[in-house]
């Protein structure tokens, strides 16, 4: 059975790997060093023996909590792990006073709209906008 604990640096190529495997696009190191500053309780993995089977990364602003990154490598799929990251990631972010967890799902995304919704997550009709900044 896998261990849930917070990401550590030497878990890197790992968790990339595990976002390789499940499509996900893979969060450079300059980028998650800026995430881990604000909140590094809140960037899990599964941890697998030699191997890291699962990840998710969430934050939370004061406001809401957000989750980003959820995947489970395909050899440890369909074990529950999806549902115990996500669990502890919620009671982290309850701990910390968060009333409220947003999360994206792609519109074609049907497996994981099915997903969150069996985890009590309700669709919004909300929008997404987005912008890129470049840095000066």
Request: hydrophobic share 45%; with cysteine.
């Amino acid at each position: 059975m896998s261990r849930i604990r917070q990401f550590r640096w030497d878990d890197y190529d790992l968790v990339t790997d595990v976002w390789r495997q499940a499509g996900a696009e893979v969060i450079t190191r300059a980028e998650l060093e800026a995430k881990l500053e604000r909140d590094p309780e809140l960037f899990l993995v599964a941890d697998a023996e030699d191997a890291i089977a699962g990840v998710v990364m969430g934050t939370y602003d004061g406001r809401r909590g957000w989750i980003f990154r959820l995947a489970v490598h395909p050899a440890y799929r369909r074990q529950g792990l999806a549902t115990r990251l996500v669990a502890e990631l919620e009671d982290r972010l309850r701990a910390l006073g968060c009333p409220r967890i947003n999360l994206l799902v792609l519109p074609d995304n049907d497996a994981g709209l099915r997903f969150w919704q069996s985890l009590g997550y309700l669709p919004c009709p909300d929008v997404l906008c987005t912008k890129p900044l470049t840095t000066p």
